[in-house]
């Protein structure tokens, strides 16, 4: 990748700043028609919101409750798409709405019908009402008590950091230059005042450069408004940072293949629990934030409330003990005046063109990246005067699309890149040691994120390209001396950057562990 950008002698037809989902879709579908595209990231892939995520490829009941029909559909189809281009990491899931009122039942078949009706050809599933013991067939941990029955309706879920990185690899393989851990420090300017490239710096080695483009595109999601002010000072804010948080349980907590949907929370917001990894997801909180965070850390009131919230529908109510990782994500939810709480802002996605000709697009969701880099490059292209060229994206598959993956049993999610780490281990066999006693992650997988991923430290490993420090945070701690010693022959560390390495692991996997009340 350096040498790609060392070697370009031009102005780059657009820079994407950020390597989140909404980035690395712009990457993709600027490269795909045809574009000279540079993307930078300043930490790893994913870093922010994108692996953050609840992992749910959906058209978002909450917004039909909300009217907001067109932004439904849109994602209903970018659902649809997604299985179609991705088939190795999404998959259907049964989502359960149980009922404890007599209204319920009706109340949400109706509108979970109207969901499945809106989806049409891209449809997932046909939802319906349920007995209560069709109920407890789909949930047979849910608490009875006062049970009646529920309704079951069928979104998507995925690996969000997985598929990031796999849509990395497809950026490139279109073309596309794309590095992490490069800091966009600056905007440049020409003498009319229009932005026309970027000042960096190189987070691994200290080195600044500059790069020039015919258009800079803002990605940067919670960070947006940062990279405006750097173009104009008086830009006003268009974000609101908005925390939400997930508690992971081992799969005793959830048996059965289907998820739990509560559509009212006593906040007023929608809460998961979902089968992931062999564990319980739960989430999400919605808790306005002052300032967005690379890291951020959940608040104890969210855990709590996660906590008690989980209690009232699992027959096990789950403790502080219980969990296994705590991991919190900020919603860059785009500002709406005279909306009170983030909860009622909609997610649609904003392209927005500074006086500068700085194009930020924000808001939006995982599920809709496609469109959102389809509608961003269209006016990125017009504003640059680069020659028209169609969106491709539609039909374009993502790197390691396989129709039946599931044959790679715990390598499944790298789809046909699983035939090359199994000839890792053909050709050593110690790489197919697992590293941990808890969680299926093979030493292999560690030496192809150094060497075919762009992993460059222990947590890039662990938390982004396996899932293990989102599965289990101690597990992972206890996992990280062995990746460090796996990465250090694959890149040469000494053992000063070993070191430093798993102490700046430690540091970020803290935030991860809950310690129980009374050692907190
Ligand atoms: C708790 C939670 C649950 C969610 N669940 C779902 C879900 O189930 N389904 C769904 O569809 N959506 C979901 N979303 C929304 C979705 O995750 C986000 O919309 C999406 O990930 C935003 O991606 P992004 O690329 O815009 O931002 P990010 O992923 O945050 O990427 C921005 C990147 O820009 C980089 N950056 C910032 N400044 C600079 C700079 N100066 N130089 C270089 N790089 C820079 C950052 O390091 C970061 O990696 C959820 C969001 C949250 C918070």
Not at 62 to 87: D, H, S, T
Not at 200 to 211: L, Q, Y
Request: charged share 20%; aromatic share 8%; net charge negative.
């Amino acid at each position: 990748m350096w040498r790609r950008v060392q070697a370009h002698p031009k102005a780059w037809d657009m820079i994407v700043v950020g390597g989140g989902a909404t980035g690395v879709g712009v990457a993709i579908d600027a490269a795909s028609r045809g574009y000279d595209v540079l993307l930078l990231e300043q930490s790893d892939f994913g870093k922010g919101t994108s692996s953050r995520s609840t992992k749910l490829a959906h058209g978002g009941v909450r917004y039909l409750e909300q009217g907001n029909i067109g932004l439904v559909m849109e994602a209903l189809k970018e659902r649809g798409l997604l299985l179609q281009n991705a088939p190795h990491l999404v998959h259907d899931l049964a989502f359960v709405v149980p009922n404890y009122d007599w209204w319920e039942a009706p109340f949400y078949g109706l509108g979970l019908k109207l969901y499945q009706l809106l989806a049409g050809k891209y449809g997932f599933g046909a939802s319906r009402i349920l007995s209560r013991e069709e109920t407890l067939e789909h949930l047979p941990t849910l608490k009875t008590e006062g049970l009646r029955g529920g309704a079951v309706y069928y979104d998507g879920q995925f690996d969000d950091a997985r598929l990031l990185i796999h849509m990395v690899a497809t950026a490139f393989e279109q073309g596309a230059t794309l590095l992490n851990y490069v800091e966009v420090t600056g905007l440049t300017k020409d003498p009319s005042g229009f932005v026309d490239g970027v000042t960096t710096r190189d987070v691994v080695t200290g080195n600044e450069f500059r790069a020039s483009a015919k258009a800079v595109i803002n990605a940067t999601g919670p960070f947006t408004d940062l990279l405006r002010l750097q173009a104009e000072p008086s830009a006003v804010p268009m974000i609101v940072p908005s925390q939400g948080i997930h508690l992971v349980f081992d799969s005793t907590f959830l048996q059965g293949d289907s998820a739990i949907m509560v559509p009212h929370t006593s906040d007023g917001r929608v809460l998961f629990a979902i089968p992931w990894h062999g564990h319980t997801l739960v989430g999400t909180t919605d808790t306005p934030v002052a300032k967005a965070a690379l890291e951020p850390v959940a608040m104890e009131q969210e855990i709590d409330f996660i906590l008690a919230t989980a209690g009232r529908y699992l027959a096990k109510a789950p403790t502080r003990d219980d969990v296994l990782s705590v991991f919190a994500g900020i919603r860059p939810l785009v500002r709406a005046p005279g909306v009170a709480s983030t909860a009622a802002l909609a997610r649609d996605h904003v392209i927005h063109i500074d006086r500068s000709g700085l194009v930020t697009i924000c808001g939006g969701k995982w599920t809709t990246y496609r469109r959102m880099a389809e509608d961003c490059v269209d006016q990125a292209a017009t504003l640059a005067q680069l020659p028209e060229k169609p969106c491709v994206t539609h039909h374009l598959n993502i790197h390691g699309f396989h129709g039946a993956a599931k044959q790679f049993g715990n390598l499944a999610v790298y789809g046909s890149d699983a035939i090359e780490i199994r000839k890792l281990i053909e050709d050593d066999s110690r790489l197919g040691e697992p590293l941990h006693p808890a969680l299926p992650y093979l030493k292999a997988e560690v030496v192809w994120a150094a060497r075919r991923e762009m992993a460059l430290t222990v947590e890039d490993v662990l938390a982004r390209r396996t899932r293990a420090l989102f599965l289990n945070a101690r597990a992972a701690l206890e996992m990280a001396p062995a990746v460090a010693d796996l990465m250090a022959s694959e890149l040469g560390w000494d053992e000063s950057t070993r070191t430093r390495q798993l102490a700046a692991f430690r540091d970020v996997a803290s935030n991860y562990v809950i310690s129980s009340r009374n050692s907190a």
